[in-house]
């Protein structure tokens, strides 16, 4: 596992799934994710798609993990031929996959019966992993190494990553306000924008242009770790905008 050079906590994303590459269902995931991590101060460097071949999960799983701090994934672990997540995470750390008891034991609560065998595909954890809570319905994920591996599905996603966010050993959480410009073009708050941008070397700010029946604009979203720095350069914004003849503007809630 290796972190940022500059002391930041750092995770990549994988997206697994052929019905993702081919755009027949649409990632919401990603959002989600990245939001989490925000909050628990770890920043989300990289994201990768790839498809349902584990040649190809394997090759980018072993490019993350070794360049961040944490992996999650998501997708391909359901009770299809072509669920192969947990076979590629078991290739990548070089161990077997086993039946869980545990899992084994939900599945059969929950069913009445012993699990047939596309059930029991689900319940095969790399040797050495952990379990990551499923609260919404169906088996839980898995944590192996700095990897996490959730659900494909949004919502049973989202409730798997309320098991994650404990284990991470997040830095300092980046807060970010939002100055937004109505009725001005990019042209014309490039250079306000360009001065305090140079003046905070160590912030972000983007420009998020918007437009609608309501009127155009942009969204200027200001990040930073120092909430004191942060405050400053959104009043060094806001004047230097009505320095330059902008009048309508304001902060809005991030």
Known sequence: MAGSADGRVTAGVLIIGDEILS??????????????????GVDLAEAR???????EIVAALDALRSRYDYVITT?????????????AVAAAFG?????????????AARWGESPNAARRRMARVPVGGVLVKNPVQGPPGFMIGNVFVLAGVPTIMRGMLEDVGHRLKGGAVTISRTVR???????????????????????SLGSYPFFGDGGYGSNLVLRSRDEGELAAAVEELVAALKGAGIENVREIES
């Not at 410009?181 to 912030?203: C, N």
């Open 23 to 40: 755009g027949r269902t649409q990632d919401t995931n990603l959002r989600d994710i990245a939001k989490y991590l925000g909050v628990h």
């Open 49 to 55: 798609t790839v498809s349902d071949e584990i040649e």
């Open 75 to 87: 997708g391909g672990i359901g009770p299809t031929h072509d669920d192969i997540t947990a076979d």
């Open 95 to 107: 161990v077997e996959l086993e039946e869980h008891p545990e899992i084994l034991a939900m599945m």
């Open 181 to 203: 410009v109505e009725g001005s073009g990019e042209g014309v708050i490039a250079l306000p924008l360009e001065t305090v941008a140079k003046a905070h070397p160590d912030m």
